[in-house]
């Protein structure tokens, strides 16, 4: 087949910055600012005009970290938060924008506005001193305290944090432990080691026969990934400080037994690669760090040590017990890399409820990866650590479809769970995403039971339970998002989780209300927002709303319709308000709610001249919906000779002809993908997946004296590139003059803007009038992952 249009992802989330709520520009289009920047200053402007919304107090300023745009348009800014100059811990929060700009909701950390003093009773000296005491093993050094506001709880309190570096009792783990001490009585509200570890002993080689990326270097291959950003795994010889990069003459590494050195770096290289792939492929977060940097991963660490940890930049692998157990098993790799996603997402608390999250969400990751991996001696499961036999018995570290089998996790949710330790307060959340995936009952990775008399669940599967968890984690978590919140029930995981299934699925769907179930399946409650499964709703809108025409002429816009509640239904569309001589006309004339029409207008050289308000209406069986144009008739003064459309071959129907193209542009690829909007035929630009330009363009004569010169197209856009930022593959349309100079670059579409079915886009060309011009597509395409630019139906309508 010519091109391949399998969706292979690859994204980039992108950040937008405001400080004290005033935009900062990001690398803005030359034409126009990019989707995240203009919602980004939009919810700046939503956030100046309503604080309250965010709980916000005098001497707050605000600063927005991530800005995320989905396809529909809606928006999500995440904002950091800072009090009379003080940082707020927990005091995170995002604003949430439809698509035409308005505020939809906020979800909110914060239980009541802050209202406290910043002058410490207790000294930074009385904080390092805490700091020093609270730390266990060999300490190396003690950082200066910073005095900030501690709103973990949700209500803010003055406190110190000191950062005591240095070496657990074992002399071979790092830790950076941070203390809280409150900055009014002097006590240890809690701490929190930076240094994610895995305790426990490990099982051997564990993923089998497996295929790596390298990198050749001469006629030395390196164990550096190129595909993932040149993460690389490399040896520390059983120390603590030197790692050197493991290479190898003939690119085949290991031999899956404990006593080659290279076969651990083989578990661990493919352990980073597939936690990598895992969350582009399936989430479209561009690796672990977001930004396509791999992840560095050390092996033969340490001297029989038997520990695995994440430092925040990078993996780092044990020997186990006599050095010859690794723990490279792979969902450890995914767990702790999942702990790096987690905190450039939602930054959850490292402690109480929010840290059960925490754990629990790089449970779930942690689990996903291995079943997206299928690795051939470590297929996926619910189990987590079953392959380093931490209990030295066989048994895993922890158990998804019944945490309470370990001894110490909570499978259903009670009030002592805050008080737990995060590893054990995850089991709730572990719980409800099995029974979410998989349902309640026997299943084929264990028994499930429900929590008291909860009805039993049907799992919706796991597709679709990792994509509502990692929703709710990437645009509503707040930093001390917990799973029960009487002062602030809207941030809790039940809440985010549950508007996470709206928006993928919609409100009341079957996904919608197996969240709720699989929530009460583990004694978590909510006063979830009302649900109406009966009666059906839908919307109408148009675009663009205004338009003119010469008596005599026609005006074209886009009727949109889409399903608000319940199911799609048939909708029929018709117009009133036309002035005398004017009819309209819609193609097609009834739509399943969710797809669009085109109404044309046409007038008659009688029509009246003037302003009419003329009312769309789309009737469905649930009732009627109406949207209004503006249509503007002018009179048929001033000259205007030769009206009408000028294009030949506008769509394309006599094939590759009165056009000049690229070969192999203009075709029938309905079979191939690419569906046109109406007839057989359509233009198709790119689309290969492979460094490519592809060129479409006709000349056209307009002639003088006319009202409107309305150049437009139909554009379809589908893309394997799913970053939210980065325009890798672009299509520009652009005016030429005779000579072939560019006059004008009227827009330029990219993989950022691909969307299921086509959309029309419209030009004034009325600077133009008088002359002979060359309308011109260019697409461009990188080395990898297709975008092709699908055109249809073409037009330039002279009135």
Request: aromatic share 8%.
């Amino acid at each position: 087949m010519k091109r391949s249009v399998a969706a292979v992802s690859a994204a980039l989330l992108t950040s937008s910055v405001l400080a004290c709520v005033t935009t900062s520009a990001q690398a803005a289009a030359p034409t126009a600012p990019s989707p995240e920047t203009s919602a980004a200053a939009k919810a700046a402007s939503l956030l100046r005009a309503n604080p309250g919304v965010v709980k916000g107090a005098g001497g707050e300023a605000y600063q927005a970290v991530r800005t995320k745009v989905d396809p529909s348009g809606a928006a999500h800014t995440r904002y950091s938060r800072t009090y009379q100059g003080l940082r707020v811990y927990g005091g995170d929060f995002v604003i949430h924008t439809a698509p035409n700009g308005t505020m939809t909701s906020a979800s909110v950390s914060l239980d009541a506005p802050l209202t406290l003093s910043t002058t410490a009773k207790v000294g930074a000296e009385a904080a390092k001193a805490s700091a020093r005491k609270t730390f266990s093993g060999s300490l190396t050094s003690v950082g200066t305290p910073e005095l900030f506001i501690d709103a973990s709880s949700g209500k803010g309190r003055l406190a110190w944090e000191t950062v005591a570096t240095g070496w657990k009792a074992d002399k071979q783990t790092p830790s950076k432990l941070h203390v809280v001490t409150d900055a009014t009585t002097g006590k240890v509200i809690g701490s929190y080691d930076e240094i994610e570890t895995v305790a426990g002993t490990g099982q051997g080689i564990y993923t089998g026969s497996v295929t790596i990326d390298t990198t050749l270097s001469g006629s030395t291959y390196q164990m550096i990934d190129p595909v993932r950003g040149n993460g690389r795994t490399c040896d520390m010889n059983n120390g603590t400080s030197t790692c050197t990069t493991f290479t190898d003459a003939d690119n085949a590494w290991g031999n899956g037994a404990t006593s080659n050195r290279q076969s651990a770096a083989v578990d661990a290289h493919f352990g980073a690669a597939k936690t990598f792939d895992y969350f582009k492929n399936v989430h479209g977060r561009n690796g672990i760090f977001g930004n396509g940097q791999g992840v560095p991963s050390r092996v033969h660490y340490g001297n029989n040590y038997v520990n695995a940890f994440w430092d925040g930049a990078q993996m780092t692998y044990g020997d186990g017990s006599g050095n010859s157990r690794p723990l490279v098993s792979l969902d450890v790799a995914g767990h702790e890399m999942s702990h790096g996603v987690t905190e450039a997402l939602a930054g959850l608390v490292y402690s109480g409820e929010s840290g059960g999250l925490n754990e629990s969400t790089s449970d779930i990751f942690g689990n996903m990866v291995e079943f997206y991996a299928a690795a051939p001696s470590d297929p996926g499961d619910y189990q987590v650590g079953e392959k380093i036999n931490i209990n030295g018995n066989g048994t895993p570290l922890r158990y998804m479809y019944n945490p309470s089998l370990d001894g110490s996790s909570d499978s259903c949710w009670s009030t002592s769970t805050k008080n737990k330790d995060v590893h054990y307060s995850s089991g709730v959340g572990n719980h409800f995403f099995f029974n979410l995936a998989e349902g309640t009952g026997a299943t084929a990775y264990g028994t499930s039971p429900v929590c008291g008399s909860a009805p039993a669940v049907t799992g919706i599967g796991r597709t679709k339970a990792e994509k509502i968890w990692y929703r709710a984690l990437d645009v509503y978590f707040t930093s001390n998002t917990s799973y029960v919140n009487t002062s602030n029930p809207a941030n809790t995981a039940r809440a985010y989780t549950l508007r996470a299934a709206t928006d993928l699925y919609g409100n009341c769907s079957t996904e919608y209300k197996t969240v709720q179930a699989a929530w009460t399946a583990v004694n978590v409650a909510g006063n979830d927002a009302p649900c109406s499964s009966t009666g059906n709703d839908f919307s109408v809108s148009l675009s663009p709303t205004a338009g003119s025409v010469t008596a005599g002429g026609s005006v074209t816009a886009t009727v949109a319709t889409a399903t608000t509640n319940g199911s799609a239904q048939t909708v029929t569309f018709s117009a009133s308000g036309l002035p005398t001589g004017a009819t309209a006309s819609f193609s097609p004339s009834s739509v399943t709610s969710g797809g669009s029409s085109t109404l044309t207008i046409s007038t008659s050289s009688s029509t009246p001249t003037g302003t009419y308000s003329v009312t769309v209406t789309g009737s469905a069986a649930s009732g009627t919906k109406t949207a209004t144009f503006s249509l503007t008739v002018n009179g048929t003064g001033g000259g205007c000779t030769g009206a009408g459309q000028k294009l030949g071959n506008p769509g394309f129907e006599s094939g590759n002809t009165v056009w000049t193209s690229t070969s192999g542009v203009i075709g029938q690829y309905g079979s191939q993908g690419q569906p046109t909007r109406t007839g057989t035929w359509n233009a198709w630009l790119n689309g290969y997946g492979t460094t490519r330009t592809d060129s479409l363009s006709q000349s056209v004569s307009l002639p003088s004296g006319c009202s409107t010169y309305t150049f437009s197209f139909w554009l379809h856009i589908d893309s394997a590139e799913t970053t939210s930022s980065v325009q890798y593959d672009k299509l520009n349309v652009q005016v030429l003059n005779s000579s072939g100079s560019v006059l004008a670059t009227l827009a330029t579409y990219s993989n950022l803007n691909k969307a299921s079915g086509y959309s029309q886009k419209s030009f004034s060309l009325a600077s133009y009038a008088g002359q002979t011009v060359t309308l011109k597509f260019t697409g461009t395409e990188d080395v990898s992952l297709q975008t092709s630019f699908v055109l249809d139906d073409t037009a330039v309508n002279v009135s």
